[in-house]
């Protein structure tokens, strides 16, 4: 589930006075007649699909609280520290979707984070991403979403409060923080890194989740890619500072995004699983591979995996501890009766559909956020590799149990010092989940 970008709808208002408000002032762009699904030929609204699927439009824009809404039409709610934002309905309905936008006033969105009628939207709209993606690619998405059939949905009102609620001061935002336009080709890399910089950056936009942001809901320019929270899970770094024994190689990313696992990692599961499922999924293989080139020199790989067959012979070590002869330490024995059956990997390397705990991000992050939401949520077969799953503990484990089993796998598992606070951490997760029927395994 795509929500996130919590603080990103502070726009401040960091200028007075006339020549500000012409900047921030924008016209309405007149109405259409809305276009015939006919004027769109086939091939463009597939390609258009493909390219919603790859920038998670439907993840945001349908309603998932209370009853699920129609796919596309909006009043998706995004939970922020100032209140909630409602995404809007962008089904081609003319009185409640964007039925008679024309392809210019789309392109202004997109680019601009301006609506049709001038007003200014948020940054919970990750427009700072979209605005990079090539007249062509924002055109294809216009032909897909106007053949969609039109759906009357009338969006919440948010309830973000004064003065956050003042959408003129988002122009300020925007002053500081777009950076408009396609992003240019960097003659000094080759066609597949610029391909990956192209999705990465502009419609796949990952470092909306993984880049930290500042104080006014901006990514830090100064910590692309460095990890951050969101939606109650660590997004974890895509840099050096990933802070797993095995180095993230193009190989492991490729598998990552493209099966939802890789093994000498982990899976995709809670926010990484519709982007891996629901978008890249979608997306043509040498896209996905051109991603994980990009990535791997931004965490400068090639550099790096020397150290990787030592840490994999660290790993498969650790993997077994405790859990041949007697087990006298009763959170070793806790381990060993709720986990070790399916994680615990004789080596020399983990098994496929078997993560390898101590080479997982869920025990290396500097908080257990990961770990807890895995071991209270499960795994469902929608996230991760689809042939596997993993049971929900939320009924059986206590937040003391959660607790201790965290602490012994931290520090039986990894070389880093301990996590603090750790039941009240683990108390902290469970409150944001739902509570699972009892006896779910998913
Ligand atoms: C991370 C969540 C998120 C994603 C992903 C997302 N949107 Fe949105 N979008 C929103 C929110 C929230 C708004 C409303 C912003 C506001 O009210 O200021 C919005 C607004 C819009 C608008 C303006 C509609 C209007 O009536 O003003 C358009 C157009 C739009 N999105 C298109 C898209 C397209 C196309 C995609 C996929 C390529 C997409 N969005 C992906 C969250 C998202
Ligand atoms: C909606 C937020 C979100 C977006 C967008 C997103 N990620 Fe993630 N990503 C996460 C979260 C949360 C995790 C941790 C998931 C887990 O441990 O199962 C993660 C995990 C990962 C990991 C594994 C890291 C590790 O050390 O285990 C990789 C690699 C990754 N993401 C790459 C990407 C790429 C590439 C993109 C863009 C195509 C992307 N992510 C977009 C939230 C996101
Ligand atoms: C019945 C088998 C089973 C049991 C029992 C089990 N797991 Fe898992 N676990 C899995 C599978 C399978 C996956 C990978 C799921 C996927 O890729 O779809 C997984 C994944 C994980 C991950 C990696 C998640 C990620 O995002 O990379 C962690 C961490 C984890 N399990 C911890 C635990 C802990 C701790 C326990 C004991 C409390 C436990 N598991 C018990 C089967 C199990």
């Known amino acids: 589930m795509i929500k996130r970008i919590a603080a990103a709808i502070v726009g401040i208002g960091v200028a007075g006075g006339v020549g500000f408000l012409a900047y921030a002032w924008y016209p309405a762009i007149a109405p259409v007649a809305p276009p015939p699904p006919s004027s769109f030929s086939a091939a463009q609204v597939e390609r258009g699909r493909v ?43 003319p009185e409640t979707g964007i039925g008679r936008w024309s392809e210019a006033a789309f392109k202004r969105a997109m680019r601009k984070g301006i609506s049709r009628d001038g007003t200014q939207l948020f940054p919970a709209f990750p427009f700072d991403h979209f605005t990079h993606m090539t007249d062509q690619d924002i055109d294809d998405v216009y032909a897909f979403l106007m053949t969609r059939e039109p759906v009357h949905s009338v969006k919440r009102d948010n309830t973000v409060g004064f003065p956050f609620n003042i959408r003129l001061e988002q122009a300020g935002w925007k002053l500081l923080f777009l950076h408009e336009g396609p992003l240019k080709n960097d003659p000094s890399q080759d066609a597949e890194w610029n391909r990956g910089a192209y999705l990465a950056e502009g419609l796949s936009h990952c470092s909306a989740c993984h880049t930290p942001r500042n104080l006014m809901g901006a990514e830090k320019a100064s910590a692309p890619y460095d990890g951050a929270p969101v939606d109650n899970w660590i997004a974890p770094p895509l840099n050096e500072h990933n802070p797993t024994p095995v180095v993230w190689t193009e190989d492991e990313y490729f598998k990552y995004l493209r099966f939802g696992s890789a093994p000498l990692h982990g899976s995709a599961a809670g ?27 931004i965490d400068h790989s090639a550099t790096r995996v020397s150290q990787d067959p030592k840490a994999i012979a660290w790993a498969m070590q650790a993997s077994m501890k405790d859990l041949v002869g007697p087990q006298v330490n009763p959170n070793a024995k806790l381990y060993a009766g709720a986990c070790a059956a399916c994680h615990a990997n004789a080596g020399p390397q983990p098994v496929e559909g078997r993560p390898d705990l101590a080479l997982n991000n869920a025990l290396w992050l500097d908080e257990p956020t990961n770990l807890f939401q ?69």
């Open 374 to 442: 895995v071991i209270l949520r499960g795994i469902g077969t929608t996230e991760g590799i689809s042939t596997v799953s993993m049971p929900s503990f939320y009924h059986s484990f206590s937040d003391a149990d959660l607790a201790r089993l965290a602490a012994y796998l931290r520090a039986t598992r990894t070389t880093l010092p301990p996590w603090t606070d750790l039941e009240k951490k683990a108390g902290e997760v469970r409150k944001t989940l739902p509570v699972p029927p009892v006896a779910s395994s998913h």
């Open 51 to 93: 390219l919603a699927a790859g920038g998670y439009c439907a993840e945001c824009h349908t309603r998932t609280d209370g009853k699920r809404g129609v796919e596309l039409a909006g009043d998706y709610k995004m939970d922020t520290p100032f209140g909630a934002i409602f995404s809007s309905n962008i089904t081609p309905d």
């Open 271 to 297: 926010p990484m699983s519709p982007v891996v499922h629901g978008g890249l999924s979608e997306m043509p293989e040498s896209d996905v591979h051109a991603i994980a080139h990009y990535l791997a020199q």
